[in-house]
């Protein structure tokens, strides 16, 4: 009889770590000096929904089609309590051209109480946006992204508190982003639509008349983040599980401070060429013009304080509308999950996202529809 109690306390023990050691399950933890990896590849469906910004750009309905998604996880058992981890992101959206790592993280996660089943784990990590700058363009419609880093610094501190039963786990976390403002950012001016200010579009070459060269970049503010979820697991067997999730994600408006390149002085030849130009549109003509010049110096002098004049004024107006940029948006995700066990060591599942949103009006990932479907590879070492 004591045998059969001793078999049967020593099989209750090992059966709550075998389905624990699941990499689908989120209260899993790499015990000390195991390494587990977890690649996962998936294509995203989107229509643009009809903010302002995305009206602007004729793209409000717009549909995206197919979105590329890479992402990587990698985790490190330094303690049984105590892992490290990276996780990266990659997207590539052809019909917008816009295109890069989405996500950078490295941090630590220690498992501060493990008892009776109930797991709580405190992790904090660096915000990897800094790697590569945000890069993109002034446009007469509006900012056209290059990428989707935001070229900012920062970090996450979290918590997850989880149960954890024979075949189903449940777990919710909250943490907090921090970023720090920069001016890790290369923005080309092609135009600015200085409309609001009496001055229409300004093409490239009034730009440079005006001092502005080819490529700026800004001082961008510090932001504060937050996302929350709940999340649920269920082993049904030695191969199968399946996942479910809930995740909430706001993103903070973005904002600049002012212009970290400077404005170039107004050259002698575009306060030429500006007087030139006012003097035709008297009814002189170029050669005219040329002469009335020769004649009096001091009006490529007017022309030269017209255009400083002009320039802060245009460059204020620019920065006011972008002091605070009014592009923030809340995510709603549903995530589910199907994974299957083919080793020991390896496991595939298949999982789908949908994610609702509401956006500001100067936002860009704002969408009427927001789905992804993908493959995830995982192996434990």
Do not use: C
């Amino acid at each position: 009889m004591k045998k059969t109690l001793k078999a049967a306390v020593a099989l209750s023990v090992f059966a709550a770590p075998a389905y624990a050691a699941n990499l689908e399950n989120p209260l899993y933890m790499p015990t000390q000096g195991s390494v587990y990896s977890k690649t996962s590849a998936g294509v995203m469906y989107k229509i643009a929904d009809d903010t302002a910004a995305m009206k602007l750009k004729h793209h409000d309905g717009a549909t995206e089609f197919p979105i590329w998604r890479l992402h990587e996880e990698l985790g490190y058992g330094i303690l049984d309590n105590l892992e490290a981890y990276a996780k990266f992101g990659y997207t590539h959206d052809g019909d917008i051209d816009r295109k890069g790592m989405h996500l950078g993280r490295a941090g630590l996660k220690y498992r501060a109480l493990e008892m009776s089943g109930y797991v709580w784990d405190l992790y904090a990590d660096a915000q990897l946006g800094g790697i590569s700058e945000m890069s993109g363009a002034y446009t007469a419609t509006g900012f056209d992204y290059d990428n989707y880093s935001n070229g900012r610094w920062g970090f996450h501190v979290g918590t997850q508190f989880g149960k954890q039963f024979e075949k189903f786990s449940v777990a919710a976390f909250a943490e907090v982003l921090r970023t720090f403002g920069n001016d890790n950012n290369s923005i080309e001016v092609k135009a600015i639509d200085a409309r609001k200010l009496g001055a229409g579009i300004l093409d490239r070459s009034t730009l440079s008349m005006l001092g502005f060269d080819k490529e700026i970049s800004v001082d961008l503010k510090s932001t504060t983040e937050v996302n929350a979820g709940l999340k649920a697991f269920y082993q049904m067997n030695d191969k199968w599980s399946f996942g479910a999730s809930f995740t909430y994600k706001h993103h903070a408006d973005n904002g600049v401070e002012g212009l970290a390149s400077g404005l170039n002085a107004i050259s002698t030849e575009s306060a030429t060429m500006a007087a030139i130009g006012g003097a035709m549109e008297k009814g002189l003509t170029q050669e005219q013009a040329i002469a009335a010049i020769k004649a009096d110096p001091t009006l490529v002098v007017q022309a030269a304080d017209t255009l400083a004049a002009n320039q802060q004024m245009v460059k204020n107006g620019l920065l006011k509308v972008v002091e605070d940029m009014n592009d923030g948006f809340d995510e709603y995700v549903i995530g589910l999950s199907a994974a299957y066990q083919m080793t020991d060591a390896t496991q595939v599942a298949v999982y789908g996202e949908y994610t609702l949103d509401t956006a500001h009006e100067q936002s860009q990932n704002g969408t009427d529809v927001k789905a992804e479907l993908g493959v995830r590879l995982n192996v434990q070492f």
